[in-house]
């Protein structure tokens, strides 16, 4: 009778130290998962903030189009006549156009990294779904004795481990895209005030042509003047020597 009883106590030990091993090797994956879902969350905030970035870059040369075009609109109303005028205009159109393909091409690089970043996301997204996967079908497979349970509690615990230095490497490589992400935004900045700038001095050329153009209209105004001024000297020189002439006949 005792060792019946006996017995029975070592197999309610056993079922309950099964129990409680199964219990913490949940509590690991789900605080293993919980990780990973702020991990992502974070990604998609980093990827929101490229998103706009983007998108002001985008508003910018949306701006530097319509300049552009009331440049040309002024330029087309001016209807210079001459030929350093025509110069001035054919420069002004040139630089426009370069600096317009320079900031689009600046704005296509930076759509390139946006989609390597956005890959990324989706390949550690995918890596987590396939892991939760395994681990599940694990715990589910398990209904193992306690000691093939601290096996693949080991196992697991092991996988995590390594699971988090691959992270940890995906996150160093993510902050090295963020750098490049960076550094390409503070250049288009700059190449964006520089095209302000030389907006500026591109307007102060054409105000400066213009001025050009109205002191030629003036000194061709004064020229027809003297001339008419000239022509009515002639005639009342002609008119006074036809007078003389006469009397002298006389």
């Known amino acids: 009778a005792l060792s019946?009883?006996?017995?029975?106590?070592?197999?309610?030990?056993?079922?309950?130290a099964n129990m409680?091993?199964?219990?913490?090797?949940?509590?690991?994956?789900?605080n293993n998962l919980d990780l990973q879902k702020k991990k992502i969350a974070k990604l998609q905030e980093e990827l929101a903030n490229k998103n706009t970035m983007l998108d002001g870059a985008l508003r910018l040369i949306t701006e530097l189009k319509s300049e552009e075009a009331a440049l040309e609109a002024k330029l087309e109303e001016a209807k210079l006549n001459y030929q350093d005028l025509a110069d001035v205009q054919n420069q002004i159109r040139a630089k426009l156009e370069s600096e317009k393909a320079a900031l689009e091409?600046?704005?296509?690089?930076?759509?390139?990294?946006?989609?390597?970043?956005?890959?990324?996301?989706?390949?550690?997204r995918a890596k987590l779904e396939s892991e939760k996967a395994a681990l599940e079908a694990k715990l589910e497979e398990a209904k193992l004795n306690y000691q093939d349970l601290a096996d693949v509690q080991n196992q697991i615990r092991a996988k995590l481990e390594s699971e988090k230095v691959v992270l940890?490497?995906?996150?160093?490589?993510?902050?090295?895209?963020?750098?490049?992400?960076?550094?390409?935004?503070?250049?288009?900045?700059?190449?964006?005030?520089?095209?302000?700038?030389?907006?500026?001095?591109?307007e102060a050329e054409l105000a400066k042509a213009n001025e050009q153009n109205q002191i030629l209209e003036a000194s061709r105004t004064r020229?027809?003047?003297?001339?008419d001024a000239a022509r009515d000297a002639k005639k009342a020189t002609e008119a006074e020597l036809a007078e003389?002439?006469?009397?002298?006949n006389k």
Request: glycine residues 4%; hydrophobic residues 35%; aromatic residues 2%.
């Open 4 to 16: 019946v009883l006996g017995a029975g106590l070592v197999s309610q030990t056993e079922v309950k």
């Open 20 to 30: 409680g091993s199964r219990d913490v090797t949940e509590e690991l994956v789900s």
């Open 105 to 124: 091409a600046k704005l296509e690089e930076a759509k390139l990294n946006y989609q390597d970043l956005a890959d990324v996301q989706n390949q550690i």
């Open 168 to 202: 940890s490497q995906i996150n160093k490589t993510l902050d090295e895209r963020n750098k490049v992400l960076e550094a390409s935004r503070k250049r288009t900045n700059r190449d964006l005030e520089a095209a302000r700038d030389a907006k500026k001095a591109t």
């Open 223 to 227: 020229t027809n003047r003297d001339l």
């Open 244 to 248: 003389t002439t006469a009397k002298v």
